[in-house]
């Protein structure tokens, strides 16, 4: 960019008019390259905030997903728990009914009192 300037600048004193020409031109190339710049960097802020907004968005549908695999396994574990319970509560029942089982295979056992 600088030989660029200095070569105009050369141009302008050197020849007659046609220096003048030239840094016409030369602003022309500037300023159609600064809108440039200008747009590609408004471009590039755009993307940035549609990354941003997409990874904000990300960002809470894996918090929620969290808290749904977090209640899930809240949910699992009483259900554990639960059948745990249970099957000591059949267990339980299971003792107690062939505790009944002997207790009346015991009676019939028994020699009876005859009358």
């Known amino acids: 960019m600088e030989k ?7 141009l ?3 020849q ?3 220096g003048w020409t030239v840094a016409v031109l030369l602003g022309l190339a500037c300023l159609h390259l600064h809108r440039e710049g200008a747009r590609a960097q408004e471009a590039r802020l755009g993307d940035a905030g549609a990354t941003a907004t ?5 960002s809470q549908t894996n918090a929620a997903v969290a808290a749904a695999l977090e209640s899930r ?3 699992l ?11 000591r509560g059949v267990e339980r029942s299971d003792e107690r009914g ?3 089982f002997d207790e009346i295979l015991r009676r019939l056992g028994e020699p009876r009192a005859r009358p």
Do not use: Y
């Open 73 to 75: 396994t809240r949910v």
């Open 77 to 87: 574990e009483d259900l554990a728990r639960l059948t745990a319970e249970v099957a």
């Open 54 to 58: 997409a990874l904000e968005r990300a």
């Open 98 to 100: 062939r505790e009944k």
């Open 16 to 18: 007659e008019g046609a």
């Open 4 to 10: 660029i300037a200095l070569e105009a600048a050369r």
């Open 12 to 14: 302008l004193v050197s």
